[in-house]
């Protein structure tokens, strides 16, 4: 198997790696590097466990991403959101909003929810809805989840608390 060498800024720092041709992203991030917040939930691209930000705002499926094709771009894990021990809004939003059970999904939902709000601040429910899809939960019903998301949006347009 071929190998690449890649460099990747993870969550804010350049990180060097070889990687083999069909090494995914998620595996290279959880593995390689050791962000185990990124989740390997279905490995079909179907649940969203494994969602990153590609460049700060493009949601991708780490399942789905060869590593080597992400040679020279930043990419952000749920654990990179935080800042001088500040919470992310959409992080902080989840909580407030009681839309956390038992986890597991909810890193791929807050990064899926950040690139959600960057293409359009002001969501309706329904976009939301849609936004989420291929970001399964099986702990919720998404009512909560829908309501972080719209608290989230206020929050990010400097809107209410």
Do not use: W
Not at 79 to 93: E, M, S, T, W
Not at 137 to 144: P, Q, S
Request: hydrophobic share 35%; with cysteine.
């Amino acid at each position: 198997m071929k190998k690449h060498a890649i460099t990747l800024t993870v969550n804010g720092e350049e990180r060097d790696l070889i990687v083999s041709s069909n090494r995914t992203l998620l595996d290279a991030l959880r593995d390689d590097l050791g962000f185990t917040d990124t989740k390997y939930g279905c490995g079909t691209g179907e649940c969203g466990a494994c969602t990153v930000l590609v460049d700060g705002t493009t949601s991708i499926n780490g399942c789905l991403t060869l590593a080597a094709t992400m040679d020279g771009r930043s990419i952000t894990t749920a654990a990179g959101l935080a800042h001088d021990g500040a919470l992310h809004p959409v992080q902080q939003a989840f909580i407030d909003n009681d839309a956390i059970q038992c986890g597991f999904c909810i890193p791929g939902m807050v990064l899926k929810t950040i690139s959600i709000l960057a293409d359009n601040p002001r969501p309706t429910e329904d976009e939301i809805r849609h936004g989420l899809e291929g970001s399964i939960c099986r702990c919720t019903g998404y009512a909560k989840i829908v309501e972080a998301v719209q608290d989230a949006s206020h929050r990010m347009a400097g809107v209410g608390e």
